[in-house]
């Protein structure tokens, strides 16, 4: 059973720094796209950060210059490192990885519970 655990979420003041993890554990193979998103109250979940095993990053425009997204493959595990925190910033922020399964040939999601971000102003 493959379960993504996040931490590093919290409350932090309008201009500081958060580092998110997110750690794979029970697959056999590794994730080939990571991700995060977050949802806010009343809006709907977005996609603010990805990144695949060819390097290969994206990142939601208001979050360009800030928010930086990086992977240890090794450990399965990827990392959202979120600087410059401002209050709409403030969500649950859920981590997101989609595997190969090389035995059934499928593709196959997973999510994280989710880790809420605060920021004060």
């Known amino acids: 059973q493959v379960e993504l655990v996040e931490s590093g979420g919290g409350l932090v003041q309008l201009g500081g720094s958060l580092r998110l993890s997110c750690a794979a554990s029970?697959?056999?193979?590794?994730?080939?796209?990571m991700a995060w998103y977050r949802q806010a109250p009343g809006k709907q979940r977005e996609l603010i950060a990805r990144?695949?095993?060819?390097?290969?990053?994206y990142l939601k425009d208001s979050v360009k210059g800030r928010f930086d997204i990086s992977r240890d493959s090794a450990n399965n595990t990827w990392y959202l490192q979120m600087n410059s925190l401002e209050p709409e910033d403030t969500a649950v922020y859920l981590c997101?990885?989609?595997?190969?399964?090389?035995?059934?040939?499928?593709?196959?999601?997973?999510w994280g519970q989710g880790t809420q971000v605060t920021v004060s102003s």
């Open positions: 029970g697959s056999a193979f590794s994730m080939t796209i």
């Open positions: 990144i695949n095993t060819s390097e290969n990053i």
């Open positions: 997101y990885g989609r595997e190969f399964d090389k035995e059934t040939f499928k593709w196959r999601d997973y």
